[in-house]
């Protein structure tokens, strides 16, 4: 009964060796699920986090694009100054005085402005020699601060910064559309008109006239200039007209 109880131990182990491990193989997994579970209670917050992050970085992202919508707004423009072009024409007898004619189509003998300036044109022609002119034309009349710039029927006049005299808003005569007629075919140039031109009688003389394109600027309401443009052959002259209305 000893040799067979012996012969047992010896080769029970033999036959069965995983009978010892089974007990440790079956409770090695209840270790692992419970250190999966472990793991999985502590990784639940760490994605509640996650999620209330990302719900929060929306609200931050907008928050951050708010002020800059509300700042990029675009300046307004300040209205520019309209530029057009047109025919003017300086005229006048020897021994009398100047007259200023703005024409917007050259066929046209109505003129959009016409003054009667009271500059002498002997006058007129000597400060053209030094090659500079202007003419500033002033209002300061309060009774006429809303009527039309153009439709001031007197101006106060200067001349290269002195005070000449005065200029006269004027309508077309017959004899200035005689001679708007005449030099309809002319664009730019100076000439002479002989004596006796519409006119008859012993006083009548010879009409000087300068003709050429001015760029007309309407800075505002109260005020505009015509600036004479040289032609290429006669770069040095310059001659400017300013129409100024002060409130």
């Known amino acids: 009964?000893?040799?067979?109880?012996?012969?047992?131990?010896?080769?029970?182990?033999?036959?069965?060796?995983?009978?010892?491990?089974?007990?440790?193989?079956?409770?090695?997994?209840?270790?692992?699920?419970?250190?999966?579970?472990?793991?999985?209670?502590?990784?639940?917050?760490?994605?509640?986090?996650?999620?209330?992050?990302?719900?929060?970085?929306?609200?931050?992202?907008?928050?951050?694009?708010?002020?800059?919508?509300s700042v990029t707004s675009l300046p307004i423009a300040s209205s520019r100054p309209s530029k057009s072009?047109?025919?003017?024409?300086?005229?006048?007898?020897?021994?009398?005085?100047?007259?200023?004619?703005?024409?917007?189509?050259?066929?046209?003998?109505?003129?959009?402005l016409l003054l009667e300036l009271s500059i002498p044109t002997h006058q007129l022609v000597k400060e053209m020699r030094c090659g500079l002119v202007r003419i500033a034309l002033e209002c300061a009349r309060p009774e006429l601060c809303s009527c039309p710039l153009r439709s001031v029927p007197v101006w106060i006049m200067y001349c290269n910064g002195r005070k000449v005299g005065f200029a006269v808003r004027r309508k077309a005569s017959g004899q200035n559309r005689l001679m708007l007629k005449t030099m309809e075919s002319t664009t730019v140039g100076a000439g002479v008109i002989p004596a006796g031109f519409g006119t008859s009688g012993s006083e009548a003389e010879e009409i000087m006239y300068m003709r050429a394109n001015y760029e007309h600027v309407m800075g505002s309401a109260d005020s505009e200039s015509f600036r004479l443009i040289n032609p290429d052959e006669y770069p040095g002259q310059e001659f400017s007209v300013f129409l100024l209305r002060s409130r």
Not at 3 to 18: G, S
Not at 87 to 109: A, D, K, L, P, Y
Request: charged share 25%.
């Open 1 to 69: 009964m000893t040799k067979i109880d012996a012969l047992r131990r010896f080769f029970l182990p033999c036959l069965f060796p995983n009978s010892a491990t089974s007990s440790t193989a079956q409770t090695t997994p209840l270790k692992k699920r419970f250190s999966t579970s472990l793991r999985d209670d502590f990784n639940e917050p760490s994605t509640t986090t996650n999620a209330n992050q990302e719900d929060q970085n929306p609200n931050q992202d907008q928050e951050s694009t708010s002020p800059e919508d």
């Open 85 to 112: 072009m047109v025919i003017g024409t300086i005229f006048g007898q020897r021994r009398g005085h100047v007259w200023f004619c703005v024409q917007h189509e050259r066929q046209s003998t109505k003129p959009s």
